[in-house]
């Protein structure tokens, strides 16, 4: 169900939290009584090798604090950051409160180290060595149609040129050393298992193919090219019928331009997988590619990253932050997405000059944020959303901010709308056009942490006598229609009817039963948009 809005009524904390509720008082979180409370040893699992590593152990107190009597971490192949995290762990007390269990566990082969570092998130691995690469000055070499593309790349020198002339070649494609791929008219289709381009070298160029045949098994996370290493240049491509478009896992410095990644016409969109998706991997440039009818682009635990003029549309999330902090996001079209952009627990994320329309459906939005820091949308045409801009609990530190400044926001059912207001909210020369509701705040509450000021709006009613496009009242609307709307969405079914038009008039009339105001903007700019 795309329309389907996703709740997270209990992360860990508060499954722990629950389950200690019924073990210790014999009750559901309801307030119902259990005959038979349940016994459990509760653990919860823990990554000290996941980023923000500073933030790991605090997070691990709260679930000691919630009822974890033991912990279970992920493989460990990182001991220098495992000491960091314990040390850490002891300063704070918690070695005392609970047991731990550090994973561990043998590999069979470098093969599959590089396998595990390549598809497991939070597996932090040495690159395996062994690989017998040739010396020897760097070749060309022109591959055709039928060739072993295996057997000709364990020939290769580092550096070398792979051309594959136009046609079909089988993949799958390991490239394992340093040289470039690349082809015009020539498709590599995988077996319809598996990933079809895996790059497990620095400084690899992947160019001009169609890639097709890709596994779509979403628990090994099956791509049409996955990279796991750094300095990786993918351009031109032409991606369809794979589970995962374009992969980068722990891949640092890499580009992605002028590709294009498609998937299915059909199938409900929760089980397309991603377009592109980045974990664990900084400072990538993605530039002029286009992105269509997958499931999300996702940016996971990764910074530094810069979106650039790409066209994402008919998805689910156009692009999906978590964990991940200073991205760039820059003349981009989120168009036809259930979510265009959303960011969850991320710092510095910058939205510039972005098209942000036309997300429709109960979940529809045009840029959403949930508790980060460092916020600042400006310069984006956000037009014909269920909601324009929503934001909950941002800025999240008492000292962050998030600005909202000299955008247009337009025809969207609500223009900018508040699950919770927090201070440090600046809201400025924006033009909020012809929006069914300009700003809400969820549960009937009102924006006044929020500072707006210079915004035209085209609700506003005042003027201006001294001719300073600047209006001579505040912008505080107070409709008690409004009110009733926001403490009851359904009543939006009554707006512009004649019973809306008489509890406004009242309101009026008689000031003393007008809601107060639900912000202020001192000084409103005239003028149509």
Known sequence: QPEARPVFDLDSISLLKMVCIMQNNGQFL?????????SFFLGAADNPFVPPFDYRPLRLAKKIDAGAE????????????????????????????????????????????????????????????????????????????GDDLAATLRGLPAGSHLHLEPGLYAGPLVIDRPLSVTGAG????????GTVVLVLADDVTVSGLEIRGGGRD???????????????????????????????RQADDAVVEHSTVRGPLTGPMGARGDGIRLWESNRNTLRHNAVDRVRDVVVWYSAHNLFYDNRIEEGRYGIHFMHADDNLVVGN??????????????????????????ANGAAGMGFGCKESDGLLVRDNRVVANTTGLYLDGCPHRLDGAATVNDNLIAYNHAGLRFHQVNAGVRVFQNELYENGTPVVVDGGGNADNASFSGNRWSEYEGYDLDGNGVGDL???????SRGLVQRRPVATFFAGTPA???LAFLGYAFPMLAPRPLLHDGSPRMGRT
């Open 30 to 38: 309801s307030g119902r009584k259990l005959d038979v409370p349940p």
């Open 70 to 145: 033991f912990i279970q971490t992920q493989f460990c192949f990182d001991v220098p950051r495992l000491r960091e995290y314990l040390r850490a762990v002891r300063d704070l007390g918690l070695h005392e409160r609970a047991y731990y269990l550090v994973g561990v566990g043998p590999l069979r082969s470098a093969k599959a180290a590089e396998w595990m570092r390549a598809r497991v998130p939070g597996v932090t691995i040495p690159r395996a060595e062994g690989v017998e690469v040739p010396h020897g000055p760097p070749v060309r070499i022109t591959a055709h149609p």
């Open 186 to 193: 020539a498709t590599l289709t995988g077996p319809g298992r």
């Open 218 to 248: 979403a628990h090994d996370g099956d791509a049409g090219v996955l990279v796991a290493a750094d300095r990786a240049h993918l351009s031109h491509l032409d991606i369809a019928d794979v589970y995962i478009g374009i992969d980068l």
């Open 333 to 358: 079209e989120l168009l036809d997405n259930v979510v265009g952009v959303f960011a969850m627990y991320s710092t510095g994320l910058k939205m510039v000059d972005n098209v942000l329309a036309r």
């Open 474 to 480: 505040p912008y505080a609307p107070a409709l008690a």
């Open 500 to 502: 809306a038009m008489l």
